[in-house]
Every structure is written in C-alpha cells, then in structure tokens.
C-alpha cells in the first residue's frame, strides 16, 4: 500500500522558516521523481520544487528559487522541502508527489503552511 504522509506545516511569520517532511512507503522510492506541490485559496495546485531519484536532479519554480530547498533520503524514503524567507504569498497546502510515470502517480494528504505578514 501506497502511502505519503507530510508533516511540518504550521503557522509562521513573515521572513521565517519551515521544513516540510514526506515520509514514502509502500513502492521502489529511489527511482521515483519526488516533488513537493501547493495549492493556495482558490488557486491551481503549482510544482513547487521536484528532484530525481538517482542523478538528484533537480527543479525549482521561478517563485521559490534562492528561498526553497528540496531534498530527500533515498535510504530513509524521505524527501524534504527547507523553506527560508518565507512570504505571505507562500501560504497554501503543501502536497507531497511521487512520481514513475502516468500509472505510477502518488500523493500525500497535504500540509498547511500559512504566513503572516
């Protein structure tokens, strides 16, 4: 059985920091693409930050970069999101994915982060 379950979010102020955890189970984690997403009020749900398995390769929206961190544990089955600097436009529910392919697509329940400002 499938299961991603998030942890970390919570309520912080403007200019903080959070770290997002996503513990994997269930599947072959190291070959998946890890990615974390989010979804704001009435908003799409974006890709936030994704990295690859086996080469750590690794991708980061325009609105995150130089603030965000993503990484993962291949041997724990864990992958992180570090978020510095952190803005009121980054309040949203924070999804953790994993993903092989098109049959192979996996997602957690979801954590809320919320900003202050």
């Known amino acids: 059985q499938v299961q991603l379950v998030e942890s970390g979010g919570g309520l912080v102020q403007f200019g903080g920091s959070l770290r997002l955890s996503c513990a994997a189970s269930?599947?072959?984690?190291?070959?998946?693409?890890m990615s974390w997403y989010r979804q704001a009020p009435g908003k799409e749900r974006e890709l936030v930050a994704r990295i690859f398995g086996t080469s750590g390769s690794i991708t980061y929206a325009d609105s995150v970069k130089g603030r965000f961190t993503i990484s993962r544990d291949n041997a724990k089955n864990m992958v992180y999101l570090q978020m510095d600097s952190l803005k009121p436009v980054d309040t949203a529910v924070y999804y953790c994915?994993?993903?092989?392919?098109?049959?192979?697509?996996?997602w957690g329940q979801g954590t809320r982060v919320t900003v202050s400002s």
């Open positions: 994915n994993a993903n092989f392919d098109t049959q192979h697509d996996y």
């Open positions: 269930g599947f072959r984690f190291s070959i998946y693409w």
